[in-house]
Nanobody
């Protein structure tokens, strides 16, 4: 199983980015797919999750600005990030688990991470 994340970059505050994470090796349509982020010196935190049943979760810090979606036909999960802030700067990781869990150790598969840097 491989998760390939892409879409990060350097943007100014207020801009938008869309992250993509394509899975290969097995089908995850019935699994939860999520996005974590980790800033320097901080723990990895769940930003958004999408369950296999259509439910979603968002961290309070990104509600109303980020949207998670998935295309099960492509085995891909997306994270649309709008109104980016400098505090969103982090390495973003996609991950897969049977359900939406809030902590990283409960996820079974991980992508390699993509850097998002938001300048003020």
């Amino acid at each position: 199983v491989q998760l390939q994340a892409s879409g990060g970059g350097l943007v100014q505050a207020g801009a938008s980015l869309r992250l993509s994470c394509a899975a290969s090796g097995r089908t995850f349509s019935n699994w939860a797919m999520g996005w974590f982020r980790q800033a320097p010196g901080k723990e990895r935190e769940l930003v958004a999750g999408a369950s296999g049943g259509g439910g979603t979760y968002y961290a309070d810090s990104v509600k109303g600005r980020f949207t998670i979606s998935r295309d099960n036909a492509k085995n891909t999960v997306y994270l649309q990030m709008n109104s980016l802030k400098p505090e969103d700067t982090a390495v973003y990781y996609c991950a897969v688990a049977r359900f939406i869990y809030y902590t990283a150790p409960q996820y079974d598969y991980w992508g390699q991470g993509t850097q998002v840097t938001v300048s003020s």
